[in-house]
């Protein structure tokens, strides 16, 4: 059975098996959640801040394998090197949130790995992804402004249909996405390797304007 409409304030969850559990409508409000085992737990329309609050909730190296957060208010939250693998994040607000040191993938070997996440219509505005590497990966629909990508990687991932400041282009990876439907405004072709992007026609216009190159109909 799911727990539902429930509120936990200042509570502190942290090194708790939570594996496998489904939370509704609840509110979660400066939770510690550190370390804990959250693998396979479903969240749904839940809140992680106060209305009006700077601090969110934590789940610094928390086992998130799986977790699935589906409309959700997670801005300001904690991610530090939490495990991700897997994860699901639709329709979700994670304004501010800090994903430093988090790993959405499974290393088989030194050289051989793979990504797993599910981030799609959500707002990231100023969330911090520096150094983090998500590829191959469902990133559709994203609202990026402001964002921390320094030093990320979301290489071969679907960014389509997304929102991203002028200055973050050169922050990321972005070879092999799928950018299409996503203003490229400030994306300058001579600073950024784009090999294997996808884009609609109407984007080759935007690129090269940045060149002084004006494209004319036929």
Request: proline share 1%; with cysteine.
């Amino acid at each position: 059975m799911p727990t539902t409409k429930k509120d936990f304030i200042d509570h502190d969850f942290s090194n708790h098996d939570f594996q496998g559990m489904r939370f509704e409508q609840c509110n979660f409000y400066r939770c510690n959640f550190n370390r804990s085992d959250l693998s396979d737990v479903e969240f749904i329309e839940c809140s992680f801040v106060e209305q009006g609050s700077i601090e969110g909730c934590r789940f610094d190296y928390a086992n998130l394998r799986d977790t699935s957060f589906k409309q959700c208010r997670l801005s300001m939250s904690s991610f530090v090197g939490a495990s991700c693998l897997g994860i699901e994040f639709r329709s979700c607000d994670l304004k501010g949130a800090n994903f430093v040191k988090a790993s959405f993938e499974n290393q088989i070997s030194r050289q051989s790995y793979f990504c797993m996440a599910y981030i799609t219509g959500c707002n990231l505005s100023y969330a911090n992804f520096s150094g983090v590497r998500i590829e191959k990966c469902d990133l559709f629909e994203n609202r990026w402004n402001g964002a921390n990508l320094q030093g990320a990687s979301l290489r071969h991932s679907d960014l389509s249909r997304s929102e991203f400041s002028e200055d973050a282009w050169e922050q990321f990876q972005m070879q092999g996405c799928d950018l299409t439907h996503t203003e490229l405004n400030g994306l300058n072709i001579r600073r950024v390797k784009l090999d294997g992007v996808k884009i609609c026609n109407w984007q080759q216009e935007q690129l090269l304007d940045g060149l002084g190159i004006l494209v004319l109909p036929d």
